[in-house]
């Protein structure tokens, strides 16, 4: 028999489906996001084709890669809290039987 009290648990399956919730809509901008930077990319990797040593488009290439740089800790950073979320899920499960 779980000590944790009903009245809790009430409160908190709804605030776990919640996060969990806006974690897959997170999700969705991120792939958004890294398609929309993915683009930009190509696009200047086809101008400096065009214009070789433009610091101009380095610099923007430096920016988008620091772009993606910062997408792939934030997925890191999401995973683990669907992690987490998941863990309190079973433990939720575990109480309730």
Do not use: W
């Not at 380095?58 to 890669?65: C, D, L, S």
Request: glycine share 6%; hydrophobic share 35%; aromatic share 6%.
């Amino acid at each position: 028999m779980s000590t944790i009290p009903n009245d809790f648990i009430n409160f908190l399956v709804p605030v776990i489906q919640e996060f969990d919730g806006t974690v897959e809509q997170v999700r969705h901008r991120q792939l958004a996001l890294g398609n929309c930077l993915t683009a930009i990319n190509e696009e200047l990797a086809t101008l400096y084709k065009q214009c070789p040593g433009d610091r101009e488009i380095e610099e923007y290439i430096k920016r988008i890669h620091g772009l993606r740089q910062r997408m792939i800790e934030a997925s890191i950073h999401v995973k683990i809290i669907e992690d987490r979320i998941g863990k309190m899920e079973q433990s939720i499960a575990k109480t309730r039987t």
